[in-house]
């Protein structure tokens, strides 16, 4: 707890500082590599061997991977 105690001032100390800076014409960043989208386009594809992805599956229903359902 201490150690992380310690981390913590030491970034909040760092945030502190950089306020300090005009950063009014600085334009937002995502990304400090400059890359732009680098997603490919989402193209549907067939698996020569699908058994062996499933394998991977914590739960599986049939051919497909069993998932919790999320939206209510």
Do not use: H, W
């Not at 062996?52 to 939206?71: D, Q, S």
């Amino acid at each position: 707890m201490t150690l992380y105690q310690g981390q913590l001032g030491n970034i909040l100390d760092y945030m502190n500082e950089l306020e300090k800076l005009d950063t009014a014409r600085v334009a937002p960043t995502t990304s400090v590599l400059g890359a732009a989208n680098v997603m490919r386009e989402d193209i549907p594809e067939s698996f020569a061997d699908p058994e062996k992805i499933l394998a991977n599956a914590p739960e599986r229903e049939g051919p497909y991977f069993k998932v919790r359902k999320v939206i209510e």
